[in-house]
């Protein structure tokens, strides 16, 4: 669970397997990166259950090793309504995802839940595409987006120490 003075991400799309893991992953490695992993409590997880207990897609898998970051460790869960108790920061990674948190959220805790590219500062479109029927450049344009928005979303973060 949650350590108080830490401040909790959690990243949500909707199987747990290709853009929350990845996102996960990116965020861990540039917050250890920045000396700020101390602070973070980070996670993910899906609005759906099909997945649970499963390493990500060996795509996703494959995508991250490329640029350095390893998701070996992983394994899918669902989403809980108790996480908004848990985590500042709920970050769906498209809008029918975001739909579905702010149904899972009790009142007053709505707020937590977010789109994760409103933390881009490279990319105007504020969904990150769920590369799982495409091929591999849709994997690149995951790391793509979740790279930038990780960057975005540290500067915030550091910002506020």
Same mark, same amino acid.
């Given at each position: 669970?949650?350590?108080?003075?830490?401040?909790?991400?959690?990243?949500?799309?909707?199987?747990?397997?290709?853009?929350?893991?990845?996102?996960?992953?990116?965020?861990?490695k540039?917050?250890?990166?920045? +000396? @700020?992993?101390? *602070?973070?409590?980070?996670?993910?997880?899906?609005?759906? /259950?099909?997945?649970?207990?499963?390493? %990500? &897609?060996?795509?996703?898998?494959?995508?991250?090793?490329?640029?350095?970051?390893?998701?070996?460790?992983?394994?899918?869960?669902?989403?809980?309504?108790?996480?908004?108790?848990?985590?500042?920061?709920?970050?769906?990674?498209?809008?029918?995802?975001?739909?579905?948190?702010?149904?899972?959220?009790?009142? +007053? @805790?709505?707020? *937590?839940?977010?789109l994760?590219?409103?933390?881009?500062? /490279?990319?105007?479109?504020?969904?990150? %595409? &769920?590369?799982?029927?495409?091929?591999?450049?849709g994997?690149?344009?995951?790391?793509?987006?979740?790279?930038?928005?990780?960057?975005?979303?540290?500067?915030?973060?550091?910002?506020?120490?």
């Amino acid at each position: 669970m949650k350590n108080k003075e830490k401040i909790g991400v959690l990243f949500i799309c909707m199987g747990n397997i290709c853009r929350s893991p990845t996102a996960e992953a990116v965020f861990r490695k540039m917050a250890e990166e920045a +000396g @700020l992993i101390e *602070r973070i409590f980070i996670d993910s997880a899906g609005t759906h /259950d099909y997945h649970i207990g499963s390493p %990500p &897609d060996e795509r996703s898998m494959r995508a991250a090793r490329g640029r350095g970051y390893d998701m070996s460790g992983l394994r899918a869960r669902q989403v809980e309504a108790k996480d908004f108790l848990v985590f500042d920061h709920v970050l769906a990674m498209d809008r029918n995802n975001l739909a579905i948190l702010k149904r899972i959220a009790a009142p +007053g @805790l709505q707020g *937590r839940a977010r789109l994760f590219m409103e933390f881009s500062r /490279d990319f105007t479109d504020l969904e990150v %595409p &769920d590369p799982y029927y495409g091929g591999a450049q849709g994997f690149e344009t995951v790391l793509d987006r979740v790279e930038s928005a990780s960057r975005g979303l540290l500067a915030q973060i550091a910002a506020a120490r």
